[in-house]
Nanobody, 119 residues
């Protein structure tokens, strides 16, 4: 499996900004897509944003125009810049990767980082 370590969560007031980062490690893997998902209490995990190795991005409807995902393929890192944060963005944010090694597909998740938006 690819190991994913998230960082950058915390507490912020509505309208504020946070930046999340995720570093992937693992020998012999070719990482295709990386991204962020989130899960609020009592809700299902949902897509925040993803980016492929070629730079194609996809965003959940609720974050379009406010969040921006970026990726450094050389360092196997993905970042999520979150602006204009709202209370409904409060959730645990999980990094996810989709990778191949020796023709086998692997999907990996990080442990998550808490984001709290509150006044």
């Amino acid at each position: 499996q690819v190991q994913l370590v998230e960082s950058g969560g915390g507490s912020v007031q509505p309208g504020g900004s946070l930046r999340l980062s995720c570093a992937a490690s693992g020998s012999g893997f070719s990482i295709n897509a990386m991204g962020w998902y989130r899960q609020a209490p009592g809700k299902q995990r949902e897509l925040v944003a993803t980016v492929t190795s070629g730079g194609t991005t996809d965003y959940g409807d609720s974050v379009k125009g406010r969040f921006a995902i970026s990726r450094d393929n050389a360092k196997n890192t993905v970042s999520l810049q979150m602006n204009s944060l709202k209370s409904e963005d409060t959730a645990v944010y999980y990094c996810k990767s989709q990778a191949y090694r020796a023709g086998i597909f692997y999907e990996s998740w990080g442990r998550g980082t808490q984001v709290t938006v509150s006044s």
